[in-house]
Nanobody
Framework: QVRLVESGGGLVQAGGSLRLSCAAS????????MGWFRQAPGKEREFVAD????????TYADSVKGRFTISRDKAKNTVALQMNSLKPEDTAVYYC???????????WGQGTRVTVSS
């Protein structure tokens, strides 16, 4: 069992920045992928970015490439999502998630809300 707790959401103006953090506990994460997803009002949840814990290899959705950066801190067991140049369309509840290797994401945090005003 992996427990995930997000923090760092809030209200920001368009063009601003926010940094989300996800604290993980319960398992050694060396064979895990850690991801960020988001769900905007009235829309399905969508992939934002992920990172392979052991190799720090990253993948991004096209909509956030060049603006968002995912990273992990092995010592603190945390995953961060640095979000720059935020747009109103980035408004959503952001979720941290974990999966074992190539399996589906099975562990989810409670979510943190990000609101970007125009």
């Amino acid at each position: 069992q992996v427990r995930l707790v997000e923090s760092g959401g809030g209200l920001v103006q368009a063009g601003g920045s926010l940094r989300l953090s996800c604290a993980a506990s319960g398992r050694t994460l060396s064979n895990y992928y850690m991801g960020w997803f988001r769900q905007a009002p009235g829309k399905e949840r969508e992939f934002v970015a992920d990172i392979i814990w052991s190799a720090a290899s990253t993948t991004y959705a096209d909509s956030v490439k060049g603006r968002f950066t995912i990273s992990r801190d092995k010592a603190k067991n945390t995953v961060a999502l640095q979000m720059n140049s935020l747009k109103p369309e980035d408004t959503a509840v952001y979720y941290c998630a974990a999966k074992y290797r190539a399996a589906g994401y099975e562990y989810w945090g409670q979510g943190t809300r990000v609101t970007v005003s125009s």
